[in-house]
Antibody, heavy 120, light 107 residues
C-alpha cells in the first residue's frame, strides 16, 4: 500500500523559497503508471493543483503560480520535491503530495499534508 | 481554466436521508470527473473516479452519475461518518481544477 509523507519547514519568510519533500513508501516514483503531484489548500478554502512530475522527469505546472513552482524527483531516495520561489502570504496553505493516475488523472492516495505559513 | 461549480455549498440532512451534490463544468470534460471526501483536519480521500467508478473500499451508498453537463454525487442513506466536505475535480484539461466544495452536516 503506497503511502506519502510530506516534510519541510512550517514557516517561511516572505520573498524566500518554500521547499517541501514527499517521501514515498510502498511504491516507486519510477513507476510509469503514475504522476507525482502537489496540491495545496489555504485554510478554510478549496484545493489548488500546483503541478506534477513523471518518472521520466517531465513536469507540468499550474500557470496560476506564474512559473514560481518547480517539482523534481530523487529516485535514489524515492522522494519528490516542491520548490516555490518568491513566496507571499497568499502561499500560506496546507500542502499535500499525492499520487496521480496516469490516464484518468485522479488523485490517490494523498499525504497527510503539511502546513506552511509565510510570515516574517 | 475549466471552472467547476458545485451546488449547494452546504447542506444539512438527517441520518438515513438521501443526499445529492451537483457539479457543473464550464466546458465539456467528457467523463473526466472525480469526487473526493475531506473530513475535518484530514487529507481528501478519493471516492469516485471517471464519473461513476467507486474507489476500492468506498461504501456502496455512494454513487456518481452524469446528466448532460451536470455530474452528481449521491449518498444513499446518510451516515454520521459521512460528515465531510465533498469536492469534484475535472481531469480533462490541465490545469486540473476542483469545485469549491460542499459541506455536509447532520441535522
Amino acid at each position: 500500500q503506497v503511502q506519502l509523507q510530506e516534510s519541510g519547514p512550517g514557516l517561511v519568510k516572505p520573498s524566500q523559497t518554500l521547499s517541501l519533500t514527499c517521501s514515498v513508501s510502498g511504491g516507486s516514483i519510477r513507476s510509469g503508471s503514475y504522476y507525482w503531484s502537489w496540491i495545496r489548500q489555504p485554510a478554510g478554502k478549496g484545493l489548488e493543483w500546483i503541478g506534477r512530475m513523471y518518472s521520466s522527469g517531465s513536469t507540468s505546472y499550474n500557470p496560476s503560480l506564474e512559473s514560481r513552482a518547480t517539482i523534481s524527483g530523487d529516485t535514489s531516495k524515492n522522494q519528490f520535491s516542491l520548490k516555490v520561489t518568491a513566496v507571499t502570504a497568499a502561499d500560506t496553505a496546507v500542502y499535500y503530495c499525492v499520487r496521480e493516475d496516469n490516464g484518468g488523472d485522479w488523485f490517490d492516495p494523498w499525504g497527510q499534508g503539511t502546513l506552511v505559513t509565510v510570515s516574517s | 481554466d475549466i471552472q467547476m461549480t458545485q451546488s449547494p455549498s452546504s447542506l444539512s440532512a438527517s441520518v438515513g436521508d438521501r443526499v445529492t451534490i451537483t457539479c457543473r463544468a464550464s466546458q465539456n470534460i467528457r467523463r473526466y470527473l472525480n469526487w473526493y471526501q475531506q473530513k475535518p483536519g484530514k487529507a481528501p480521500k478519493l471516492l469516485i473516479y471517471a464519473v461513476s467508478t467507486l474507489q476500492n473500499g468506498v461504501p456502496s451508498r455512494f454513487s456518481g452519475t452524469e446528466s448532460g453537463a451536470d455530474f452528481t454525487l449521491t449518498i444513499n442513506s446518510l451516515q454520521p461518518e459521512d460528515i465531510a466536505t465533498y469536492y469534484c475535480q475535472q481531469s480533462n484539461i490541465t490545469p486540473w481544477t476542483f469545485g469549491q466544495g460542499t459541506k455536509v452536516e447532520i441535522k
